[in-house]
């Protein structure tokens, strides 16, 4: 009794499954790619451009709340901050979270 519509409905609609599932999560993927990865992907561009560009002198914020001014950038994945005066700490470049002040490059 409940097999027969069962079978009359997917037979009539067999064709709909690629406009019933295909579409609605291509849809929902690009709506998910314009809205959440494609933002998040130029927010870390900025950001790694940003710490790239770190020099001497540059008074910066670190995640955890830290303001300091640059004094040595020691290689590629380190700083030296000064946060008060005589008082230096290393800081991994990637915790640098913005930069208040930015130094004026050397004229060459």
């Known amino acids: 009794m409940f097999v027969t519509p069962a079978y009359a409905q997917s037979a009539a609609g067999g064709g709909d499954v690629f406009t019933s599932l295909v579409i609605p999560m291509l849809l929902i993927f690009g709506i998910m790619y314009f809205l959440l990865i494609r933002p998040q992907q130029k927010k870390l561009k900025e950001h790694q451009n940003m710490v790239n560009n770190l020099r001497r002198g540059d008074q910066v914020v670190t995640q955890g709340g830290i303001v300091g001014k640059v004094t040595k950038v020691r290689d590629d994945a380190e700083i030296e901050i000064e946060i008060a005066q005589g008082v230096n700490v290393r800081v991994v470049k990637h ?14």
């Open 95 to 108: 915790t640098i979270a913005t930069v208040r002040s930015k130094t004026e490059p050397a004229e060459s």
